[in-house]
């Protein structure tokens, strides 16, 4: 429509010009000056249409639908940046121990007479220089290294975790942000009904027919400005949700272009479209079945959650710290060699120079207090964190039950609102404005009739957003299980 409209203008521009160019042009010259004017007007014209039809063509392409905010909030995470760096810390710190320990070198004066000082002087005199190799206890360099890759194995799955957190959280904001939205079309919706109310019941006053009486004046009258209250108070809530999802649509200071990094959505106002799109459920036959599953059945369906994977990598990380503590019954071995050269002596014979080696090496034989101790702490550490995992699943095993529960209450509510709820208020509606408009029903009815229509309609969207929020923290519950088919198809693709 702007389009249309500012092609209309530009078109009367160019008629008016020509028009005036037609009955004031009587000399050559003039002539050639409108025909000059009307080229740069033209061009002007041209640039300014070529800039306020792309920017009018794109505003109207910024709809921010579910899927959209969802993919830009997981490209645009931060936390996701910052643990693939912790990933990459912990790999390039496991080739590092993998490594032996830098030799040492040491030299050193020996032997040197304080009477005179004089190198020559003494045959014990020499100046030695020594290199020195220790070799860590046992395995110690492979299990460490194993130990930090295990580690540094669990981030992945942190991630995918992170990413399927990140849906439940913007994809929650969307749908309260949409629901405010559609509220507060609902509510001007039923606000033009009731402005035709107030019309009716003035006219009615008015004309001395019926028994249209002052205070119902007022009570319509009432009842709009209560209705710009609600419009109101969800205008702020809509502030709220918008500014809440703004922080996880805009990149400033992920990337390092921070002059780009702002989102492409304004701070408020945010066009989420006009369709909601409903979420598919993962696991339907597993909510939706009669009878509720085992614990342990559904355990088994939590044991792939990237939030237990993590954990699972972490227990056999600090496994590794078992095995680590054990090398400390094992001696540290060291070797060392030195070479000593003498200076010949006063008389000018020459003095063979002198060719150490030796290994060095510790005795663990106090291991009561520090190595039995160090290997109780490493299994005590494992142990802690199996309880966290069966922790992470009884929590689990709580989400899914509760959400099961709750999602099914909701459908029923949504089917008896459909059904019979909704019918019979608008029936209930239609019969307060019919008896009212035959004069033998009040108008307060009439009234509370349309509001219940209101909040009706209201209370079923808030009831169809729910269920949407619902199937998205269970969605979550088995997000694991949904990467492993993706897994197995794509082996299975592989393989073909």
């Known amino acids: ?61 910024k709809v921010l639908s579910f899927e959209r905010a969802i993919k830009q909030a997981q490209e645009y995470d931060p936390w996701l940046k910052g643990n693939k760096h912790k990933q990459n810390a912990l790999i390039a710190l496991s080739r590092a121990v993998d490594t032996l320990p830098d030799p040492k070198m040491s030299l050193g004066m020996a032997n040197l007479p304080t009477n005179g000082f004089d190198f020559s002087q003494e045959a014990m005199t020499q100046f030695k220089v020594g290199m020195t190799q220790i070799f860590p206890r ?38 309260d942000a949409y629901r405010i939205k559609q509220s507060i079309a609902l509510i001007e919706k039923n606000r033009s009904l009731f402005e035709q109310l107030v019309d009716v019941t003035q006219a009615s006053y008015a004309s001395a027919l019926g028994k249209t009486r002052q205070q119902d004046i007022v009570r319509a009258q009432l009842e709009l400005t209560r209705l710009d209250d609600r419009i109101d108070q969800l205008a702020q809530q809509k502030n709220h949700f918008e500014g809440q999802l703004f922080q996880w649509l805009t ?82 071995w060291g070797v060392n060699a030195s070479y000593g050269y003498r200076d010949d002596t006063p008389l000018g014979n020459s003095r063979a120079d002198f060719m150490s080696f030796g290994i060095t090496f510790d005795l663990p034989l106090f291991t009561e207090h520090r190595q039995d101790q160090e290997v109780k702490s490493a299994i005590a550490e494992t142990e802690a964190m199996k309880t966290e995992k069966t922790l992470l699943i009884r929590q689990l095993l709580g989400a899914y039950s509760s959400g099961r529960g709750r999602l099914v209450r909701l459908n029923s509510r949504e089917i008896l609102y459909r059904n019979k709820l909704l019918p019979q208020t608008h029936d209930r509606a239609e019969a307060a404005l019919t008896s009212y408009t035959n004069d033998y029903g009040e108008f307060s009815e009439v009234v509370y009739a349309r509001i219940a229509v209101l909040n009706a309609e209201i209370d079923q969207l808030t009831i169809e957003i729910e269920q949407q929020k619902i199937i998205l923290e269970l969605n979550y519950l088995f997000v694991g299980n949904l990467a492993r088919v993706h897994r197995n198809n794509h082996n299975n693709g592989t393989s073909k």
């Not at 992945?156 to 399927?164: G, T």
């Not at 009669?290 to 044991?303: G, I, P, R, S, V």
């Open 251 to 332: 990149s400033y200071l992920v990337d390092d272009n921070t002059a780009n990094g702002l989102s492409a959505f304004p701070l408020d106002n945010i066009n989420l479209g006009e369709k909601l799109i409903g979420i598919d459920l993962q696991q339907p036959a597993l909510v939706y079945a009669t009878k509720l599953q085992k614990a342990d059945h559904l355990a088994l369906y939590f044991e792939q959650h990237p939030a237990v994977m993590a954990i699972n990598k972490k227990i056999q990380a600090t496994r590794k710290g078992i095995n680590l503590a054990q090398q400390k019954y094992q001696p540290e």
């Open 1 to 61: 429509m702007v389009n249309k409209i500012i092609v209309i203008s530009i078109n009367t521009f160019f008629i008016s010009i020509g028009r005036h160019m037609c009955f004031t042009s009587i000399k050559k010259q003039q002539h050639l000056r409108n025909a000059g004017l009307f080229l740069i007007a033209s061009m002007i014209v041209w640039l300014i249409l070529s800039v306020i039809l792309p920017a009018t063509a794109i505003a109207a392409n």
């Open 138 to 175: 046992g395995d110690t360099r492979a299990i460490k290294n194993k130990q930090l890759k295990l580690q540094s194995q669990a981030y992945p799955f942190l991630r995918l975790d992170r990413r399927a957190k990140v849906a439940v959280t913007v994809g929650s904001l969307w749908l």
